[in-house]
């Protein structure tokens, strides 16, 4: 590695400063990512900022609105163990706990992998699903972007320059979590993630929604199967129809993990398997 300053702030204020004061310095969070890209050479920062002792970014709490802020800093590991996502949000923790092994969710965070945008990555997928909120601070103030415009491509958010993520809000999504991902082995990345929740009593969807990940630049979430789903019987050749609807939406890659088509061959199973668990 090429010589690196270290700076390890105090505050939020502070982090900010360093990175305004220097355009190629890296915030560092859980370093399961940014450490692999630095010994790997495909970064080459002046300066690593850490993250690990602004208290604003830490602590998962309940607000009056029934949303939970997670704060940026909180691992995997944490959200996985968690009860305060019970009531309204278990797909949280259930992502969070399908994530790599026990090793990275203990060190990585979520603000991290949102920061880093990678569409294969659990956390994208899951926050469009249930339309979580993305909290921003930079130079110009504080923001915040919902899930679905913040993760834009291929290790491309809406974050810019000088930016640090504080915060991740998730409202109360109704119904059962789904949280179901195909990888080739326990502890590497999806070939295929299904995200979302639903309500289905007697057979009958009351309100679904569903996100597919790890199957192109972004997330995809279409309202059109949702509103085919819902208020419906889910008859075997519906549910099949909407598996075919995400499958034609998607745009996956060849790669490592599967191919194009394998993705979206085995996606309407994985809907099917989603939607029966619920049921
Ligand atoms: C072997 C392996 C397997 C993995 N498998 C999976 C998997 O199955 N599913 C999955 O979802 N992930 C997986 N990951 C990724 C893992 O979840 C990482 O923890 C995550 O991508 C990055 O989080 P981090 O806290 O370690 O971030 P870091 O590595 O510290 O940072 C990542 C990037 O984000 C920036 N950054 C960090 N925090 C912030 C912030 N708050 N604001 C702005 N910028 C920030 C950094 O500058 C850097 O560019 C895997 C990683 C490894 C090494």
Not at 76 to 81: L, Q, S
Not at 94 to 107: D, E, V, Y
């Amino acid at each position: 590695m090429t010589a690196v300053a270290y700076h390890r702030p105090a505050c939020l204020d502070d982090a900010l400063a360093l990175l305004a004061a220097d355009e190629d310095a890296r915030p560092l969070a859980g370093g399961q990512t940014l450490v692999p890209m630095l010994n790997l050479d495909l970064l080459a920062p002046t300066a690593i900022v850490s993250l690990a002792d602004l208290a604003d970014l830490r602590g998962i709490a309940a607000l009056a609105d029934g949303s939970i802020r997670i704060g940026a800093m909180e691992t995997h590991a944490r959200i996985a163990a968690s009860r305060i996502f019970a009531a309204g949000q278990a797909l949280v923790p259930r992502a969070a706990g399908h994530i790599a092994s026990p090793a990275i969710r203990n060190f990585g965070t979520i603000g991290g992998a949102c920061a880093h945008g990678d569409p294969v990555s659990d956390w994208p997928v899951a926050l469009v699903a249930a339309d979580a909120r993305i909290e921003i601070a930079g130079p110009a103030g504080r923001r915040g972007v919902a899930a679905a415009d913040f993760f834009l491509g291929f290790l491309t958010t809406a974050l810019e320059p000088g930016e640090i993520v504080t915060a991740i809000v998730v409202p109360p999504v109704p119904g059962r979590a789904i949280h179901l991902r195909y990888s080739r082995i326990d502890s590497d990345y999806a070939t295929v993630i299904v995200a979302g929740a639903a309500d289905i009593r007697d057979g009958i969807c009351r309100s679904v929604r569903l996100a597919v990940g790890a199957c192109g630049p972004v997330p995809v979430r279409l309202a059109a199967v949702e509103d085919l789903l819902t208020g419906r019987p889910l008859e075997p050749a519906l549910v099949a129809a909407a598996g075919r609807m995400l499958a034609e939406a998607i745009d996956p890659l060849d790669d490592v993990r599967g191919s194009a088509a394998y993705r979206r061959r085995i996606l309407p199973g994985l809907v099917a398997r989603a939607l029966a668990g619920v049921a």
